[in-house]
């Protein structure tokens, strides 16, 4: 089977790398992909967004399957334009069309959703630069810390938790009136602050069947013990122990069914990955935000302990037959730590030489803001290689995450040393 996928980052270099171990794989390619899939797949200098460049490449080279791994072009409505071809009938789609991205592209619409669909979330209220005095005072007479999110894609930066009035109006009037994130922030969601542990969790959906992907805990902030600036995620744990049977079965009951029948009940026909960001308040799940794709790094830690076939998994999608897939899950413990230029999420330089690889021992480095030059590996993002391992334990495993991360060399290197820290 010849197959295309969308993206650049961390978690298309995983996808690729679980892709390329089928039996049933003929071809890989990945637009625009990075140094590592470079070496297992076939980087197209192609945009994910360039939906007449991807159709044109589709059927020039017979593609017969499409992975969509970064947000923009679901949210864009990659899959409605390539439905329209005739001659793309065929063609597998690992992507829910853009209705069902609005669960991702809109807070408010993801919001109003789970209202509807009676799926425990925080309270909230959207506002518009219409509405701005109003918005003032809900959040006068509202209890701190406050969220306060931008409706739109904002690259993972459209969140804010004011813990003052102060701080927390002037958030306000610089999303709303002076257009911060763009389009994004044209309409703000200011919702109650919820207290407790976030976790996320996965399910791959047909339209019809189901199937519950192992879930994950990732870290946000820059600083360890999780200080300082929100980051794209700085490493990832997968199991999350305290996601017990009880906890993931009141989470199947009350956000993942609903979230489906909902989907359903407003004819979408979504097949692809949901991604539920959760907050375990007192031992009861809320959700937090939906994400239409797989998350990065949580896809570093989660894609490595599936033991099935991808390609077949992704058939299954297709055809609809999910539920004829028996997920065999490895029990061993991922985690995942992230390598980060110096500076991010601030001004970082790129164009670093990367050096070590040969020495790296027990884990599998996935890329994610790299490149090739004259033959030598060098930084290219913020966010530049996820070091993943297997352990028996949490231990066992950040023993060798870390282990790796020392032993990969470039200029200005940044890690966090204290990933899963909580529950050591």
């Not at 589709?58 to 499409?66: D, H, K, V």
Request: aromatic share 8%.
């Amino acid at each position: 089977m010849k197959i295309l996928l969308l993206g650049s980052g961390g978690r298309e270099h995983t996808l690729a790398w679980k892709l390329s171990q089928s039996k049933k794989l003929t071809k890989l390619y990945v637009a625009q992909g990075n140094a590592g899939t470079a070496q297992i797949a076939e980087n197209i200098d192609i945009s994910p967004n360039d939906f007449e460049k991807i159709e044109t490449f589709i059927i020039e080279n017979q593609i017969e399957m499409l992975i969509v791994g970064p947000e923009e072009p679901l949210v864009k409505g990659i899959r409605n334009y390539l439905q329209k071809n005739k001659e793309l009938h065929h063609l597998i789609m690992i992507a829910p069309d853009k209705n069902g991205a609005e669960l991702e592209g809109s807070k408010d619409f993801a919001k109003e959703f789970m209202k509807k669909n009676s799926i425990p979330t925080a309270k909230y209220k959207t506002f518009t630069k219409d509405n701005y005095q109003e918005a003032v005072t809900y959040i006068k007479n509202h209890s701190l810390p406050i969220v306060l999110k931008a409706d739109g894609l904002a690259a993972g930066k459209g969140v804010i938790i004011p813990t003052d009035y102060i701080t927390a109006e002037s958030t306000l009037r610089t999303m709303l009136l002076e257009n911060q994130f763009g389009e994004a922030s044209k309409k703000v969601v200011i919702e109650e602050f919820l207290a407790g542990i976030e976790l996320s969790v996965f399910i791959l959906t047909d339209g019809k069947n189901y199937i519950l992907l192992p879930e994950a805990k990732d870290y946000k902030r820059i600083g360890e013990g999780d200080t300082g600036l929100n980051t794209g995620g700085m490493g990832a744990i997968s199991p999350v122990p305290f996601a017990n049977h009880t906890f993931l079965e009141k989470v199947e009951k009350q956000i993942i069914l609903p979230t489906l029948e909902g989907l359903r009940n407003e004819n979408i026909d979504y097949q692809g990955f949901i991604f539920f960001g959760l907050i375990d308040v007192k031992g009861e799940p809320y959700v937090i935000e939906y994400n239409v794709r797989m998350g990065d790094p949580e896809t570093e830690v989660v894609i490595p302990r599936i033991e099935n076939d991808l390609v077949e998994i992704f058939e299954a999608v297709g055809n609809r037959t999910l539920d004829k897939i028996e997920l065999k899950i490895n029990p061993k413990t991922a985690t995942t730590i992230m390598l980060v230029a110096g500076g991010y999420p601030e001004q970082y330089e790129k164009g670093k030489e990367m050096t070590g690889w040969e020495n790296l021992k027990n884990v599998i480095p996935f890329h994610a803001g790299t490149t090739q030059k004259e033959g030598k590996i060098i930084t290219n993002g913020g966010r530049v290689l996820a070091i993943t391992a297997l352990g028996n334990d949490l231990e066992d495993a950040l023993e060798k995450s870390k282990n790796g991360a020392d032993k990969i060399k470039f200029d200005s290197k940044y890690f966090r040393k204290d990933i899963g820290y909580e529950f050591l």
